[in-house]
């Protein structure tokens, strides 16, 4: 079958390999829609290109942006770490056998149980961001390594993550100094620059105000090892991005001309990881114009998939049409007004039942979606 894309053509945002194995699992399938077809190949790539370009680091997956145990399993044959930050997500990784050593929490606010949880399991890096949270990793992790939590610039970035957490350089040289004083080990300093991010100065700026913190804590007594980059990579959905490979030069060429050589960089991406090896095969349900508008309704919407379309993420959509394109609104399943997953997207007409394609649909879909109003999660697929 023919496809068009609400872009050029599929391979702008779907590696060619990719998109070639989803043509081929579709000609040879008849699987109710919708849902989430992973390639595997393309996520084992996506795994080995991370921390590639830069020395002395080591990658560990953000679970958040899709925990699936036949996704975790992949992650975990490639020698990827864990990023958790709940109970759930270590149950999974307790479920595949996953050391305690390849596994860290950033969540700068995590619940007791989780701590205790985790610290029982053997994790010994945990972030924070305030005394509060230092008081209890002491009661119920003590002496365990701890790394503070930096506000950076998050601008450019699609999916902002900077006002919730993070403290200004003054207050982290003091948290990290209680750390101490608590008995718990201060290692290191981390900071995110918002999650798909597109401004690659985002990474020198940030790195820069953790350096002043690096060198004010120096000087007070305290050695730090880790810098923890977080994630931030972004991926292509509807336009080019900057690749993975230019950000980590900006980002070795900083660390390793400012701080000290035996540094070890840590690196938290969920979204580069997952993202593009994922597309939501989908189906229309039903079409209507109002007014002057067309509106095309598919079974994955808001709630069952594609929360962060009204988050500011732009999905590009590929039907198997090749009428002459149209405008359309595409909206969700659901009875909710609020399901509306994008305007004005240019699409040849497509019938009722006919598939539509959502590249880049592997990460924080499935792990935001609900069964509001009673339409399934969709399942998970390992295409092999
Ligand atoms: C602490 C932390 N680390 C890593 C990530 C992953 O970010 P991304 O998916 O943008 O790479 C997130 C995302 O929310 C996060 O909160």
Redesign the pocket.
Known sequence: MQFSISISTPEEVIPPETWERVLNFLARTDRRTPYLLIDERRLRENCRRIGRGIKNSRGFY?M??NPDPKVVRVVADEGLGF?I?SEGELDVLKSIGLTAERIIS??PVKSPEFIRDAYSYGVRLF?FDSAEELEKIQALAPECRVYVRLSVPNEGSE?P?SKKFGVEPPEAVALLKEAQRRGLKPVGI?F?V????RNIYNWSTALSKVFTVWRQVEKEGIQLKILNI????PIRYTKEVVEIEEIEAVINQTVFSQFPAHIEVHL?????VIGDAGVFITRVIGKAKRADENWLYLDVGVFNGLMESIGGIRYSFVVGSRARPKKWTIAGPSCDSFDVIARDVYLPEPNIGDIVVIPSAG??TISYASEFNGFPIPETVLLE
């Open positions: 953000a958040k942006a990023e930050a950033s969540n972030a999916w993550l981390t995110h918002g999650s798909q991010c977080g994630g931030g990579y938290e991406p969920g979204r580069a990460a924080y």
